[in-house]
C-alpha cells in the first residue's frame, strides 16, 4: 500500500537553528499539507499546497515556516528559527482527487521535532 | 469559528464487547468527516468517513453515524479487539474536493481490556 514517508522520524536542534522536515508524499497525489501535534493535543492544521503555491494556512503557519517542492517527490517544510513552542510531532499528508471528490488523504508517520 | 470536539477522553471496554466513540462539532457547514486512529509514536490512520449527506456509513467492524441536527458524529467498532486500542480522532472537512483543511477533534483513548 503506498506510503507518505517522512525524515527524520526524531531530530532535535537548539533554539534559535533552522530545521527542514522532509516528506515524500503517495506519488500520484496532487495536494500537501502540512499538520503538527503538540504531545498529548490534537492536530492541527499548518498549511495545504497545490500547483506549486500555498492553497491554505493557519495562523500557526507565520513568517518563521516556509514549505517548499523542490523536485517532482519531496515536500519540505522550514522552520526558520525555532522556538521552544515548536517542539512537536509534525505530519506531513497528501491527497488527490478522484471526480470530483477528494480522496486517498494519508498521513505519513511524522517527525518529532525537539527544541532544546 | 470552526472547532470539533470529543465528549470523552477515556474508553475502556471489554474485548469482544462493541464500544462508541462520540465527537462533536461546531461547523454546520462541514460537508465531510472523517475518523482516524493513532497509535503511539504514528500518524493518524484512516478509518471510515462520510459525506454530510449521509447519515450512516458502515465499513469492516466499523460504523459512522451522522446526527446533522445536532452536530454529532459517532464511531461504532464491533467485537473490538486488542489491536483497537489507540487514540481515535474525529475531523471535519468544509469541503470534499480540492485541498483540504481538516479540523481535528481532541481525541478519545481507547483501551481494550482482555
Known amino acids: 500500500e503506498p506510503e507518505v514517508t517522512q525524515t527524520p522520524s526524531h531530530q532535535v536542534t537548539q533554539m534559535g537553528q533552522e530545521v527542514i522536515l522532509r516528506c515524500v508524499p503517495i506519488s500520484n497525489h496532487l495536494y500537501f499539507y502540512w499538520y503538527r501535534q503538540i504531545l498529548g493535543q490534537k492536530v492541527e492544521f499548518l498549511v495545504s499546497f497545490y500547483n506549486n503555491e500555498i492553497s491554505e494556512k493557519s495562523e500557526i503557519f507565520d513568517d518563521q515556516f516556509s514549505v517548499e517542492r523542490p523536485d517532482g517527490s519531496n515536500f519540505t517544510l522550514k522552520i526558520r528559527s525555532t522556538k521552544l513552542e515548536d517542539s512537536a510531532m509534525y505530519f506531513c499528508a497528501s491527497s488527490y482527487d478522484r471526480g470530483r471528490v477528494n480522496y486517498g488523504y494519508t498521513f505519513g508517520s511524522g517527525t518529532r521535532l525537539t527544541v532544546v | 469559528g470552526e472547532s470539533v470536539g470529543l465528549h470523552l477522553p477515556t474508553l475502556s471496554v471489554q474485548e469482544g464487547d462493541n464500544s462508541i466513540i462520540n465527537c462533536a462539532y461546531s461547523?454546520?457547514?462541514?460537508?465531510?468527516f472523517i475518523w482516524y486512529k493513532q497509535e503511539s509514536g504514528k500518524g493518524p490512520q484512516f478509518i471510515i468517513d462520510?459525506?454530510?449527506?449521509?447519515d450512516k456509513r458502515q465499513g469492516q467492524r466499523v460504523t459512522v453515524l451522522l446526527n446533522k441536527t445536532v452536530k454529532h458524529l459517532s464511531l461504532q467498532i464491533a467485537a473490538t479487539q486488542p489491536g483497537d486500542s489507540a487514540v481515535y480522532f474525529c475531523a471535519e472537512s468544509p469541503t470534499i474536493q480540492g485541498a483540504q483543511k481538516l479540523v481535528f477533534g481532541q481525541g478519545t483513548r481507547l483501551t481494550i481490556n482482555p
Open positions: 462520510i459525506r454530510s449527506n449521509m
Open positions: 461547523n454546520s457547514a462541514s460537508d465531510y
